[in-house]
C-alpha cells in the first residue's frame, strides 16, 4: 500500500502479447492521459516482456510521456507471477496514484494479485472514469481529485461510482471496447526507462507446456454494422434470418445473452456487459427486449434499430428507428429493400 | 493419501432473474426481493474438487462467507458429495470488498490446514469482479491458475492443468498447492443424490439450530432452550452433521483488515439505470415505409 501521492503519475498497464500491443491498452492510453491532464500529472505506461522496447514508442504516440520497460526471458509470456512482481515493484519505486488495466483475462488475473499485495483497492469492469471529489460526510472531509470508478454492477441493474481515498494506488480494469482509441501521434515524444526486476524461485515456479491462440473468429469490436438476434427470435432455425439480414448489408451477427442462454447461437457474438461492448454506425436489434445488460453494450452505436412485437421493450428507448411488429415479417422486407437498392 | 481439496461457495441473489420490485424506488438493490441461489461458476468448482477426489482420494471442503443463510448452499455442496462444510459468518464481515473478503476467506484456508487445492468459481454473479479468487492466493503466498478448464495430468505434487484465456489456450505446470479459478465450460456438476440429500438433510450450523430450538419452543425458558441447544449440537456432533460455523475471531483475523475497515473501496454513489426516453422515429411494419427508412440510411451513410 502506498499513501495518497498527489504527484504520482497515472499509468497503465500494457498489455502485449506475441509482440502486438492489445487494443485495450492504447484505448486506456487515451482516457489516462486525459486524467493526468485533468490531475496535471505525467501519464505512464509500465511494459514487462521479452523485446518489447520497441513497442513503446506506440504508447508514446497515444500519450504516454514514460515508458517503464522491463525485459527479461521469465516475462516472455505471460504469466501471474512474475508479471505481478514487476508491476509491484514498479508501483514501489515510483508511487503512481492511478493504475489501470484492461479487463482482458490477462488483466483481470494480474490486477487483483497485484492489488492483494499492494493492499490497494481495485475495481473492475469499469465503462468509464472521470476525476471528481468525494465528501466524507461522517468525518467532514473532502477527498478532492479522486478516480470515480464507475461501473455496472447487479446484473448490470446499478450503475455503481466507487472511490478509494485512502489506500493506493487507486486501480481498475476497464472494459474493452468502451473507450475510445486515439489515432496516435508518432510526433510525440517521451521517455523509456529499463526497469530490472528480480524474481524469486517461487514466482518462476509456474511453466507455460504448452500455448495455442487462435485469431478471434467473430470481430463485433471492427464491425460497422451488426444485425443482432435475441429471445424473440425464437428458435436456433430462425436465426437465420438474422444471419440473412446481415449478409445483406454486409455486416456482423450479434446476439442478446438470451438468444445465447437459448442456444440459438455462440457466446462469442454476445453484445452486452457481459458480452462485447460495440459503436458500430448501425446496429439492428431483433426481438431484443433490451435487457440493461444489453443496452450496455450497444447503446453508443451511432444508429439504432430496434424490431420488436412489444411497443413498451426498453430497447426502444435507445433507439433511433422503432418497427414494432412482427420481425419474421419485418426482417425479410428490410432484406428485400436492401437488395433492391443494390 | 489422497488430496485435500478447499471449495470456495457462495450464495448470491439471482441477478439474472431481476423483476420490478428488485429495485427500491431510491435506487438501491432490495436484496429481500431477489432469490438466492447456488452461484453457478461455484458449482463447477465443487465438480471439480469432487473429480479429483473420486479419481485420486482424498476430502472435499467447502467454505462460505455470508449470512446464516449461507449454510444452504453449503447443504447443497453435501448433497452433492461435500465431505465437510465450513461457514464463515460473522456481522463484523458486512460490507466487504474484495480485499477484505479475500482476507477473510484466505484466515479460514489458512486454519484448515494442510491443502493441495483451493478451488473458486471464476466470478460471482452479483459482482461479476473475479478478483477473490487471485487476492486469496495471494493472500496464502500459493500460485494460482484462472480460467481452469481441464486437469491434464496430476502427479505426486506436481500438476499440469489446461486453461482458457479467450483466444486460445494454455497448459501450465506448477507445484501444489495451488488455487484454481473455475470456468463453466470446465465440466458438468453432478446432480445432488437422493441418497446423500436423506443422509445430509438434517445438517446444519450452530445458528440454525438455535433458531429453530426458539422457534420450536416458543413457551420454553431460556434454560430449557440452552440444554435443548446443547443436546442438538452434541447429536449433530455424533452424527457428523454439523456445518462447523466460525466467527473472525475462530479465523484469527486481524479486524482491520475485515468488513469497511479492512476495505480499499467505498461506494461512493448508486444509480438504478433510468430508461432515457428522447423519442425515436416509429417505422410501420410496412414495405414502403421500411423502404423509406432504408433509403434515409443510405442516403445518411449509415448503409453502404
Known sequence: MIS???KGEVWVFAEQEDGRINDVTLELCGKARELADTLCVKMGAVLPGWNVRELSYRLIAHGADRVYVTHDTELEY?????????????ITRHEPQIVIYGATPIGRDLAPRVASEMKAGLTADCTDLEIGEYE??????????????????????IIATIINYDRWPQMATVREGVMRMGAGDPSRSGEIIEESVEFSDFEKSIRVVERHREARKVNLKAARTIVAGGGGVGSKDNFQLIHDLAGAIGGAVGASRAAVDGGFIDKTHQVGQTGTTVRPALYIACGISGAVQHRAGMEESAKIIAINWDKEAPIFSVAHYGIVGDLNKIVPMMIKAIKERA | MGYHSVVCVKQVPDTSNISGEAMKPDGTVNRAALAAIFNPEDLHALEAALDIRDAYGGTVTVLSMGPLGAAEVLRECLYRG???????TDRRAAASDTLATSYILAQAVRKLKDYDFVFCGRQAIDGDTAQVGPQMAEKLGIAQVTYFEKLVELDGRTVRVRRNVGNGWEILEGRLPLLLTVLDTANEPRPASARRVMQRKRSRAVDELRKEIAAAMPGASEDERENAFADGVEKLKMAGQLIEQWNLDDIAADLQWCGLAGSPTKVHRVQSIVLTKEGFTEVPPTEDAIRTMIHELIVDHTLG
Not at chain 1, 78 to 90: F, G, I, N, S
Not at chain 1, 138 to 157: D, E, M, S, Y
Request: proline share 7%; glycine share 4%; charged share 25%.
Open chain 1, 136 to 157: 466524507d460526510k461522517k468525518n467532514k472531509t473532502v477527498h478532492k481529485n479522486l478516480l470515480l470508478q464507475i461501473r455496472p454492477a447487479f446484473g448490470g441493474n
Open chain 1, 4 to 6: 495518497p501521492n498527489r
Open chain 2, 82 to 88: 461435500a465431505d465437510r462444510a465450513v461457514l464463515v
Open chain 1, 78 to 90: 505471460y504469466r501471474t507471477l512474475p508479471y505481478a512482481r514487476v508491476l509491484c515493484e514498479m
